[in-house]
């Protein structure tokens, strides 16, 4: 076994779940979960020459995960821009959405610097210094876009409900 597939097959071993939580509440779904994972290891497998070792290995996988299942998000919302425009009535009606679609949807608009802020510092289980760490910003940075990306939520909300 050579140094690459022992470094990855202990990351794997120590992160995978870790990874999967990252990847599901970005994606929503399992399906784009395990697609995510699969893209950023398969990433940082092709990249692991260009790793500098600035960081941990694990925190350079888990950004390109981040990374990947934003990829696939934008994707996904492409794809349903395509159906949209060709189906005669909308793909989801917004009245038919629930709350928690809703936070969803909104939470996806978010520029992409809060919209990471809000799934690793609040969605995800990691501790308020290992998502700083994840991001590659301070806590305090990191509690700055958490509370800036509410204020976002925040406006959102008040401007569907006047509409």
Not at 57 to 69: D, P
Not at 104 to 129: C, F, K, N
């Amino acid at each position: 076994m050579d140094d690459r597939e022992a470094v990855f097959n202990h990351l794997i071993d120590e992160h995978l779940p870790m990874l999967r939580s990252v990847a599901y509440r970005i994606t929503g779904n399992a399906a784009d979960t395990d697609e995510a994972i699969q893209l950023a290891l398969l990433s940082a497998w092709r990249k692991f020459d260009s790793f500098r070792g600035n960081a941990k290995m694990s925190s350079w996988v888990y950004r390109i995960t981040v990374n990947a299942g934003y990829d696939i998000l934008r994707a996904r919302e492409r794809e349903s821009r395509k159906l949209a425009a060709y189906a005669a009535t909308p793909v989801v009606p917004e009245n038919d959405s629930s709350d928690v679609e809703r936070l969803e949807a909104a939470i996806a608009e978010l520029p992409e610097l809060y919209r990471e802020a809000i799934v690793l510092g609040v969605l995800s289980d990691l501790d308020g210094r290992t998502a700083a760490e994840q991001l590659g910003c301070s806590p305090n940075t990191l509690y700055q876009r958490i509370h800036k990306a509410k204020q976002l939520l925040r406006q959102t909300y008040r401007e569907v409900q006047y509409e």
